[in-house]
């Protein structure tokens, strides 16, 4: 298996534009999360799913942030409008539950840069 | 819900000196507490783990001991190398339940 596939790795904008992060889980995982890592903030996780449906989306910032997951095998995280402030490392997971003990596997990261 | 608090957030040594991290939980149902490894640049990855039913587990240079009474755990590192150099975050969970992390520490190993 390829592992946690996110894609672009790096993404650079400026302020106002949309963003859109993409993310293909580990086949067979049920579990995916969303993730943004900052020196301020440390390890922060967003949303995640369960079989495709949102569980908690507690951590998502604000309304700009919205994350959907159409099938079992990708999940977009959007930002609109993005703001200097949402720049970060955005990290997407994925883990298979209840005897896996939700181990999470990481992706690359994408590194977003709004200007 | 869980709160993981994680101590220091820079600790730096001396190849060879032993590391030690320290997180507290706050949730008495958490019974798995795994640590995750990031080396600069790169993605979190998990090096060891340990459930409540275990006092101590050691995988090489690397240990994690777990104090359920106290509700706090560590991870201790032996005869460090640079190679060591990297944030290790702690995280505490109710069996499959989703973990919850702590704020991370840099350990940097000086050659």
């Known amino acids: 298996d390829a592992g946690v596939i996110q894609s672009p790795r790096h993404e650079v904008t400026e302020m106002g534009q949309e963003v859109t992060l993409r993310c293909k889980p580990i086949?067979?995982?049920?579990?995916l999360f969303w993730y943004r890592q900052t020196m301020m903030r440390g390890l922060e996780l967003l949303i995640y799913f369960n079989n495709n449906v949102p569980i908690d989306d507690s951590g998502m910032p604000e309304d700009r942030f919205s994350a959907k997951m159409p099938n079992a095998s990708f999940s977009t995280l959007k930002i609109q409008p993005s703001e200097p402030r949402d720049s970060a490392v955005y990290f997407c997971?994925?883990?298979?539950?209840?005897?896996?003990?939700?181990?999470?596997?990481f992706g690359a990261g994408t590194r977003l840069s709004v200007l | 819900g869980e709160n993981v608090e994680q101590h220091p957030s820079t600790l730096s040594v001396q190849e060879g000196d032993s590391a030690v991290i320290k997180c507290t939980y706050s949730d008495s149902a958490s019974n798995y507490f795994p640590w995750y490894k990031q080396e600069l640049g790169k993605r979190p990855q998990l090096i060891i783990d340990?459930?409540?039913?275990?006092g101590e587990k050691k995988d090489q240079r690397i240990a994690v001991t777990l104090n359920k009474t106290a509700k706090h755990f560590s991870l201790h590192i032996t005869e460090t190398q640079p190679e060591d150099s990297a944030v290790y975050f702690c995280?505490?969970?109710?069996?499959?339940?989703?973990?919850?992390f702590g704020r991370g520490t840099s350990l940097i190993v000086h050659p």
């Open positions: 995280a505490a969970s109710e069996g499959s339940y989703i973990p919850t």
């Open positions: 086949s067979g995982h049920d579990y």
């Open positions: 997971a994925s883990s298979r539950g209840v005897l896996a003990k939700n181990i999470q596997y």
């Open positions: 340990i459930r409540s039913n275990v």
